[in-house]
T-cell receptor
Framework: DAGVIQSPRHEVTEMGQEVTLRCKPI?????LFWYRQTMMRGLELLIY????????DSGMPEDRFSAKMPNASFSTLKIQPSEPRDSAVYFC???????????????FGDGTRLSIL | KQEVTQIPAALSVPEGENLVLNCSFT??????LQWFRQDPGKGLTSLLL?????REQTSGRLNASLDKSSGRSTLYIAASQPGDSATYLC???????????FGKGTTLSVSS
């Protein structure tokens, strides 16, 4: 089975530009999570969805960040405008809908390494 | 606020050695604790999940223990191999099941 697929794998762009990260969760998984990983702060949850609906976006750092899930097989994380401090690895993960969203192991994509110059 | 600490941050051992990775958390009111492996340039892979009512879980050469009252967990790796080289992260799920908090990981290097 295909795992969680993220694109692009690497993104380098200049400050002020719009950045869009993409994620395709595992088919049949009802939960989708977006994380950010930095050396300083480790892995942090940004937002998660259940059945395409955003449930908790309290981890989204600023209004410059937005996430959508238009259907069960696709989600985007957008940063507009981007800033150098947004440089990080962004992970998408999905999990089955059985029980509490965090009580099932999450399956992670390989991440998008984002560099804002 | 829950904080998860992993010590050491890095560890180097020769092949064949048994080793222990440590994880501590400040709030003992957890629902479960999970150990993940992260390879360079890759996402996280779930290794073991211990429910708060359990004391340990085993998978192959891996054994994870949980002492909720003292806020500690250990990941024991038996007969380490070069293929075990990776970063190992632990994460705790709060009792309400609303937040999964990660440690910063221990980077393990096993030399042949």
């Amino acid at each position: 089975d295909a795992g969680v697929i993220q694109s692009p794998r690497h993104e380098v762009t200049e400050m002020g530009q719009e950045v869009t990260l993409r994620c395709k969760p595992i088919s049949g998984h009802d939960y989708l999570f977006w994380y950010r990983q930095t050396m300083m702060r480790g892995l942090e949850l940004l937002i998660y969805f259940n059945n395409n609906v955003p449930i908790d976006d309290s981890g989204m750092p600023e209004d410059r960040f937005s996430a959508k899930m238009p259907n069960a097989s696709f989600s985007t994380l957008k940063i507009q405008p981007s800033e150098p401090r947004d440089s990080a690895v962004y992970f998408c993960a999905s999990s089955p809908g059985t029980g509490n969203r965090f009580r099932q192991p999450q399956h992670f994509g390989d991440g998008t390494r984002l560099s804002i110059l | 606020k829950q904080e998860v600490t992993q010590i050491p941050a890095a560890l180097s051992v020769p092949e064949g050695e048994n080793l222990v990775l440590n994880c501590s958390f400040t709030d003992s009111a957890i629902y479960n604790l999970q150990w993940f492996r992260q390879d360079p340039g890759k996402g996280l892979t779930s290794l073991l999940l211990i429910q708060s009512s359990q004391r340990e879980q085993t998978s192959g050469r891996l054994n994870a223990s949980l002492d909720k009252s003292s806020g500690r967990s250990t990941l024991y790796i038996a007969a380490s191999q070069p293929g075990d080289s990776a970063t190992y992260l632990c994460a705790v799920l709060n009792q309400a099941g609303t937040a999964l908090i990660f440690g910063k990981g221990t980077t393990l290097s096993v030399s042949s």
